[in-house]
T-cell receptor, first 112, second 111 residues
């Protein structure tokens, strides 16, 4: 039981490049989330999904797209990376209701 | 945008001291959670408080949810070096149980 895993762990992009971050969970959770963490700002919600095939915008969705084709996977895409997207990205999953949110180890992205 | 403000931002204390971290908001949350995050890792849930006025204890940690469900506090008794880390509060809202995180309190406990 690996919990929540994220790939890659680190990535450096040049401005304008694209990439996809993969989040996988093996706990059969319905809800999945993508957050970004910046110094002094805590974690902010980018996009989330309440089930396979559904996605919704969070607090800071601009410049990102997501897909949830399979229940266990939640992909975060950057179509044209910008330096403002330099951050640590965390994926989380939750069974629902008052359940605990389980976080992955994070992906550190630098955009130059 | 709902905001959760934590204070203090940084806290450096010696082993054995007591401390309190505050989490305040102008918004009402259905529940509030406290997480601890170590460097290079994701946040790990410590506790969820649901009812206004609720108090929960986890060994040397005491968590309280305000009567109006807008604020919370975390009190650590006799801090130990193993308590060092980033403490985050998060308000839970909506049917999707979205989390709104506080700005975090970085705690360092030295011998």
């Amino acid at each position: 039981n690996a919990g929540v895993t994220q790939t890659p762990k680190f990535r450096v992009l040049k401005t304008g490049q694209s990439m996809t971050l993969l989040c996988a969970q093996d706990m059969n959770h319905e809800y999945m989330y993508w957050y970004r963490q910046d110094p002094g700002m805590g974690l902010r919600l980018i996009h989330y999904s309440v089930g396979e095939g559904t996605t919704a915008k969070g607090e800071v969705p601009d410049g990102y797209n997501v897909s949830r084709l399979k229940k266990q996977n939640f992909l975060l895409g950057l179509e044209s990376a910008a330096p403002s997207q330099t951050s640590v990205y965390f994926c989380a999953s939750r069974k629902g209701g008052f359940g605990s949110s389980y976080f992955g180890p994070g992906t550190r992205l630098t955009v130059t | 945008t709902q905001l959760l403000e934590q204070s203090p931002q940084f806290l450096s204390i010696q082993e054995g001291e007591n401390l309190t971290v505050y989490c305040n908001s102008s918004s009402v949350f259905s529940s509030l959670q406290w997480y601890r995050q170590e460097p290079g890792e994701g946040p790990v849930l410590l506790v969820t408080v649901v009812t206004g006025g609720e108090v929960k204890k986890l060994k040397r940690l005491t968590f309280q949810f305000g009567d109006a469900r807008k604020d919370s506090s975390l009190h650590i008794t006799a801090a130990q070096p193993g308590d060092t880390g980033l403490y985050l509060c998060a308000g839970v809202t909506g049917t999707a149980s979205k989390l709104t995180f506080g700005t975090g309190t970085r705690l360092q406990v030295t011998l």
